[in-house]
Every structure is written in C-alpha cells, then in structure tokens.
C-alpha cells in the first residue's frame, strides 16, 4: 500500500496546487488556462476528499490503540473498543475506494457519443430487432437525462432499421455506454412466422466518442459535399430546399449524411463534427496497428457466432457472455432497464484494472 499511498499524497499536492493557481488573477483572465485547470481540479476532488477521510480515520485508530495501552476505566475502555469496531471497517472501505480512484481514468468517458445501429444477420427480422435496440437506448438515455438527436437513418418496408445513427449527449454518456459496443443476437419467434418457429437474428452497436476538438486537420479537398432534399416529415420546406447533407471523406472512404436540421449549414456543421469523430476514430486506432482488430471487436460482422449479449424473447432472458451475467428480465431491459447489467460491466472492467494496477506495484 505504501506506492499507492506516495501517489495519493502526489494527487493531494496537485490538488491544493491547482487550487492556488485557480484563484490566481492571472489565470482567471487566461480562461482557457482557467477552464483546463479548473477541470483538472474537478477530476482530482473525489479522491482528495476520499484521502482526508481515510487520513482522518486512520489517525484516530491509531489514538485509539494508543489509548487502549493506557490504564483506563471500563466505560472509557468500551467506549474505545466501539469506536475502533466502527471505524476498522470504514477504513477498509476507504481503502478499497482510492485504489479504484487511482485507476487509470479512460480519458474518453466524460465525453457525448455517437452510436450507430445496424440490422446484420437475419434479414427483415434483424432490422426489427435494431429498432428495438434503438427504442431500447432512448429510453435508458430518458433515465439519465440525456439527449439523442437521430443523425441518420435507413429504415425498411417491415418498419425497422437498416442503420440507425444518433448522437447522444449528457453527463458521462461514454463511460456506460461503451460497453455497448458488438453484437447484439436475439433469439425470438418473428411476427411474420406462421408456424411459431424461434429464429435467431443479430444487430450491431458501435458507439464512438464524440470528438468536436480533436486533433485532426481533414484537408477540405479530401470532403466530397452533396447536398439533397431531406425526407420524412417537414411540410414544404422539405420539399423545396436542399438542406441534406452528404459528406464522403475520400482517403478512407467513411461517409456522412445528415438532414436532422432544417438549415444546411446547421447540417453541415453538424456532418463535420461527425466526420471528424469518424475520422479521428480510424487513424487512432490504425496508429494503434489495431484497427482491423478492434472493429471486429468491437462492432463485428453480424455474424451469430460474434456476440456479446443474448435477448431471449421465450424465455424473458437476458445473458451478457463477457462477464457470464443472465438476467430474467428482458421485458425490464428493452424498456430502459440497463442499469443493472451496465453497473456490472463497470465493475468487472474495474476489476481487471485493479489486478493490473497491483500486479504494476508488486
């Protein structure tokens, strides 16, 4: 514990660091510099208050046993015993806190998303199943309060999606939703199967953060712009102007479209946003010599054997195979009920950055 307690008190010195700088009238005129350190200072704050109580209780069970050796009369000695009885075990807790607050934090997970939704296997049944998955997100979004704006969508004859993209923002949306990323099987009868048969159909979810800074310059020669009609509903100022828009990034061929705004250079600012996110995603992670990798991994071909969840609609089942999770409460789940399942994975995934985290100071 004594690593872990040396950078503890390292992040406590940048704290009340940070915290002269920020009252600082120099910094505060600088307000870019005020906003970073500001946010630095933020993301420090729960594990410096966790260190001051696990400091605190420390230094009064150490007064404890000291006053344990004493002579002292038996009122005082169990009044001693009760307190160090209460406080072992806040100590512990402590403890088990800060070493998950010194987790290295994925610096994507403060971040807004975008998630896109793809009917894969299974044909008209797949498609229906995405725009379940679809409803399904919207509604775990309404829990926590966040928004989703649809970006872009390809819906089919049977009222399902082809592909669905949407951009949700609100506190924290990358770090639960992440986990969402891969194959999605559902093993359900279809509506239009007469003969009660239950078949097995899969939709795919990648979820991407959303990247409005990103330290990437797309060379406006490389865009191919087209503009269009949007369709859906609008009355006639869909049918009169060309507000869609259309980006095609030509070196990696990664495609935009977007039509939710009525004014085209809305939509075209918003399509930049996207694409950048896009853009940026593909380099890292070919930087990163992963990328074919981490797209199967990630996002998958569709493939019944690639899953990362089962949705068993006979038998009201829900099983995430990553951690061996099964739930008998489908009907909860696509009604919004994710938290249980998305508590979890972060669990798990703290976990194994734990052991990593003992196994680097060992």
Do not use: C
Request: proline letters at 2%; charged letters at 35%; aromatic letters at 6%.
């Amino acid at each position: 514990m004594d690593q872990i307690f040396d950078k503890l008190q390292s992040v406590s010195d940048r704290y009340d660091e940070l915290n002269e700088l920020i009252s600082d009238p120099e910094v505060i005129a600088d307000t870019n510099r005020f906003m970073k350190l500001s946010k630095e200072e933020g993301s420090l704050r729960e594990t410096v208050d966790a260190y001051n109580k696990y400091k605190a209780v420390t230094e009064t069970l150490d007064e404890d046993q000291i006053m344990l050796k004493d002579k002292l009369d038996d009122d005082m000695t169990e009044m001693v015993k009760d307190e160090i009885s209460t406080l072992e075990p806040q100590k512990a807790a402590l403890e088990d806190q800060l070493k998950i607050l010194l987790i290295p934090k994925d610096p994507n997970d403060e971040k807004n998303i975008i998630m896109e939704i793809h009917g894969a296997a299974g044909g008209d049944e797949a498609s229906l199943f995405a725009a379940d998955l679809y409803n399904m997100y919207v509604k775990y979004a309404e829990t926590q309060g966040w928004k989703v704006q649809i970006i872009d969508e390809a819906d089919t004859e049977v009222g399902g999606f082809k592909e669905i993209v949407l951009m949700i923002t609100g506190d924290k949306v990358y770090s639960k939703l992440k986990y969402e990323n891969g194959a999605h099987r559902v093993q359900r009868v279809p509506e239009t199967e007469s003969a009660g048969r239950v078949h097995t159909s899969t939709a795919t979810v990648g979820v991407m953060p959303e990247e409005e800074d990103v330290d990437i310059k797309i060379d406006p020669a490389d865009i191919r712009t087209d503009v269009y009609r949007s369709s859906g509903a609008g009355g006639q100022h869909i049918n009169k102007t060309s507000s869609a828009v259309r980006m095609t990034h030509l070196p990696t061929g990664i495609v935009v479209a977007m039509q939710d705004e009525r004014s085209q250079q809305q939509n075209r600012v918003k399509a930049m946003n996207v694409l950048k996110a896009r853009v940026y995603e593909y380099y890292k992670e070919k930087e990163e010599n992963q990328y074919n990798a981490e797209r199967k991994s990630a996002v998958g071909t569709g493939d019944r054997s690639e899953r990362i969840r089962t949705y068993n609609y006979p038998q009201n089942r829900v099983t995430d195979h990553r951690i061996g999770l099964t739930l008998n409460k489908l009907d909860k789940i696509m009604d919004g009920d994710l938290d249980e399942i998305i508590d979890a994975l972060i669990v798990s995934d703290q976990a194994d950055k734990l052991e990593h985290l003992n196994d680097d100071q060992a």
